[in-house]
């Protein structure tokens, strides 16, 4: 009878771990502060919480704390890294502590970009115009935050096609503002940008051509998880393997965000109007 007991008392606390396991839904997603990755992270967060019960708690990192708080568990998930290219350096030293999934957006784009009127076309042109594009009195790349890939790429083609320039950084926010008053007054300007991004349906921007292929070829986005996640929920798991965007639905998702001025606020608004998409994501997935 102590025995059985016993046997019975084994299995009741298995039971309640297994139930307390699955019912525990809450989620810590990393982001980092590219326009397309907050327009998802909040557009899941908002699913995931609204609709199916979860608790997600948004945390903007850095690219190197966001790799290592994934290989540490820190995070369960995030939404964005490129590859084969961009964010190899990062995923490299955590290789075997990181997930790579799904892919959800085919054929990105990166480089260095200019208004449509500038008259220049290429990068190696630049050697010549580059008292042309200056900021804040200098020749100079407009770029983003000083850890991100494109900016290590950035200094990468400033030194491969000896550019007689500087990499400014900044912030995505403050470097978008500047495009848009240099554009607005017919300016010349070069800016670090990538596709998908908001940028491209507001404004008439081309690419420089880069014939060295400093900023590689094109390259999907995947998302990314702690190891065990898959095991223990397999469902969301499933559904984030399902989903799927493109230019116009994740251009539409950002261009509603920097409208409206709050991402929540947009990607709320994106949802209610694109339920079908939503919905076949969600019937794509395992039960």
Same mark, same amino acid.
């Given at each position: ?29 990393g ?5 397309e990755n ?11 919480e609204?609709?199916?019960g ?12 966001l ?20 964010d ?6 955590y ?5 790579v ?13 200019? @208004? &449509?009127?500038a008259? /220049? %076309? *290429? ?5 010549q115009?580059? !008292? #042309?594009?200056?900021?804040?009195g200098? @020749? &100079?790349?407009l770029? /983003? %935050? *000083? ?7 950035? !200094? #990468? ?12 950084? *900044? ?8 495009? #848009? ?22 404004? #008439? ?28 929920d ?41 339920r ?12």
């Open positions: 009878m102590k025995k059985l007991s016993a046997t019975l008392l084994a299995l009741g606390v298995m039971s309640a771990g297994t139930v307390s396991a699955a019912s525990d839904k809450s989620l810590t997603i982001t980092n502060n590219w326009a907050i327009a998802v992270a909040n557009m899941w967060k908002i699913l995931l609204e609709e199916h979860y608790d997600v708690e948004l945390s903007d990192v850095g690219k190197s704390v790799y290592s708080g994934l290989a540490s568990g820190d995070f369960d998930l995030s939404l964005e890294i490129w590859l084969p290219t961009t190899a350096p990062f995923l490299e030293p290789r075997d502590r990181i997930d999934h799904d892919v959800w957006y085919e054929g990105t784009g990166l480089g260095l970009v200019v @208004p &449509a009127f008259d /220049i %076309d *290429s990068i190696p042109e630049l050697q115009q580059a !008292e #042309d594009y200056q900021y804040q200098r @020749p &100079a790349i770029g /983003i %935050d *000083s850890g991100s890939s494109i900016a290590g790429l950035t !200094e #990468d083609a400033i030194e491969a096609y000896e550019l007689p320039v500087n990499q400014v950084n *900044s912030s995505g926010p403050a470097m978008m503002a500047a495009l #848009d008053s240099a554009y607005r007054r017919d300016e010349p300007i070069v800016v670090t940008l990538w596709s998908p991004h908001w940028a491209f349906a507001e404004y #008439d921007l081309k690419y420089l051509e880069d014939p060295e292929g400093i900023y590689g070829d094109e390259e999907d986005i995947y998302w990314m998880a702690r190891p065990g996640l898959d095991e223990e397999p469902w969301l798991t499933s559904v984030l393997n399902a989903w799927k965007m493109d230019d116009d639905s994740l251009g539409s998702l950002m261009a509603r965000i920097e409208e409206v001025g709050d991402p929540a606020e947009g990607a709320k608004g994106w949802i209610e109007d694109h079908a998409l939503i919905d076949e994501w969600f019937a794509s997935a395992s039960s």
